[in-house]
């Protein structure tokens, strides 16, 4: 029997094209509305954990990007350890009664955990969906939990929100459920990973720094305050979902396009309609949006759907044949030598959306 136990697994972001904002219970981290994404290949943006169990340790450890993170002031990575460490004490429970002589108490053990980011963090980008994906799901495999992976969306969602749909390849939606103790509030594939294969999504990062206001205490000062937020949860978004569904299912990128672009700007609007308001996009962003609108004017469907989360940087999805045409505007735009303000940090880059699965070991 080794005297330490160890696994490394990687997870990826997912963008999403009906956004997440508001909570209806903080502490369960409940939304306040369901949302559907689209996780992205794992080349560019990816996180990767490392966690050991060894009955010698003596406190759990964290370090982020190499730096070590204080364990005991996160609350979200303690509930997602607690459990973690509940299901998998159920799980030796089982494997004891089922006359297994040889379980070891992993759920006893303290962990050490390690996870990076090749990509900024906290920058817009999701990095807290991969980062939460993959440490939920390292944790699983580590205990062997036999649970189905909408089942750890549930803990991951826990870490945050948008993590529970990064455990899942392809077009993800994340249910808000109606059980006040968030049973139900987990994360389904729509489609898995191969449904699509001409959606390419271009990263254009526009800035590389950390975002002014964190997603959820911008989400906790909308709730509060913006009467426009209403009208979208109640009246918006569940249609919203449906037409998003059909859209993917039929891979009609001319509903997929319009439903896109129309959320990112509602959510950017409720944003704006926080008091004291929220302002995540910057000129380089609603730039990038202008040129996206003349593009689509140049064909009678559209070609390609802008998206921005809780930063400047924008996500555009188009399909395959147009990548390299866009890749060129976007370039020439916005990184030729005749713009004076090109952003230092800019690049952009085109993704190939799917890959093998989503979370792996
Ligand atoms: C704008 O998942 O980062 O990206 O649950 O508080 O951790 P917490 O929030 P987080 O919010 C993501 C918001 C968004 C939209 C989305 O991904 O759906």
């Known amino acids: 029997m080794p005297d330490y136990y160890e696994k490394t697994c990687t ?8 956004k997440y904002w508001g909570k209806r219970d903080v502490s369960l981290n409940l939304p306040t509305n369901s949302s559907l994404s689209v996780t992205l290949s794992q080349d560019n943006l990816q996180s990767k954990t490392t966690i050991r169990a060894d009955p010698s340790f003596s406190k759990t450890r964290l370090w982020l ?7 005991s002031a996160s609350k979200r990575i303690q509930t997602c350890i607690k459990e973690a460490r509940r299901l998998r004490s159920l799980y030796e429970q089982q494997l004891l009664r089922d006359g297994n002589s040889e379980v070891v108490p992993l759920s006893e053990y303290n962990l050490h955990i390690c996870s990076e980011n090749n990509f900024p963090t906290a920058a817009g980008l999701a990095s807290s969906a991969s980062g939460f994906a993959c440490f939920v799901y ?4 580590l205990y062997s939990l036999p649970n ?8 991951a969602r826990q870490g945050s929100g948008s993590a529970c749909r990064s455990l899942f390849g392809g077009f993800v ?3 808000m459920g109606v059980n006040n103790d968030g049973s139900d509030s987990m994360a389904v594939q729509i489609a898995d990973e191969h449904h699509w294969p001409e959606l390419i999504a271009l990263i254009c990062v526009v800035s590389d720094a950390k975002k002014a206001i964190g997603s959820t205490v911008g989400m906790q000062v909308t709730v509060k305050t913006s009467s426009l937020l209403k009208e979208r949860i109640e009246c918006v ?6 037409e998003m569904v059909k859209a993917i299912k039929d891979k009609d990128f001319d509903a997929f396009a319009e439903l896109t672009m129309r959320d990112s700007n509602q959510f950017h609007a409720v944003c704006l309609d926080s008091f004291p308001p929220i302002f995540y996009l910057n000129d380089i962003s609603r730039a990038i949006i202008r040129l996206v609108e003349e593009y689509n004017s140049t064909s009678c469907n559209y070609k390609a759907a802008y998206t921005f989360d809780a930063g400047p940087n924008a996500v555009i999805y ?15 735009y916005f990184m030729g030598e005749e713009r004076e303000q090109i952003p230092s ?14 979370v792996k070991q």
């Not at 978004?237 to 449906?242: A, L, S």
């Not at 395959?320 to 890749?327: F, G, I, K, S």
Request: hydrophobic share 45%; charged share 30%.
């Open 11 to 18: 997870a990826p972001v997912n963008i999403a094209v009906i």
């Open 65 to 71: 990007n190499g730096v070590e993170e204080d364990v």
């Open 138 to 141: 390292t944790l699983a495999q």
């Open 148 to 155: 189905s992976l909408s089942e750890l969306s549930i803990i």
């Open 173 to 175: 939606a994340w249910e």
């Open 237 to 242: 978004v569940p249609k919203r979902m449906e």
């Open 318 to 332: 188009t399909l395959r044949e147009n990548a390299d045409e866009l890749v060129g505007l976007i370039k020439r």
């Open 345 to 358: 940090g800019f690049r952009a880059d085109a993704v190939p959306i799917f890959e093998e699965g989503s």
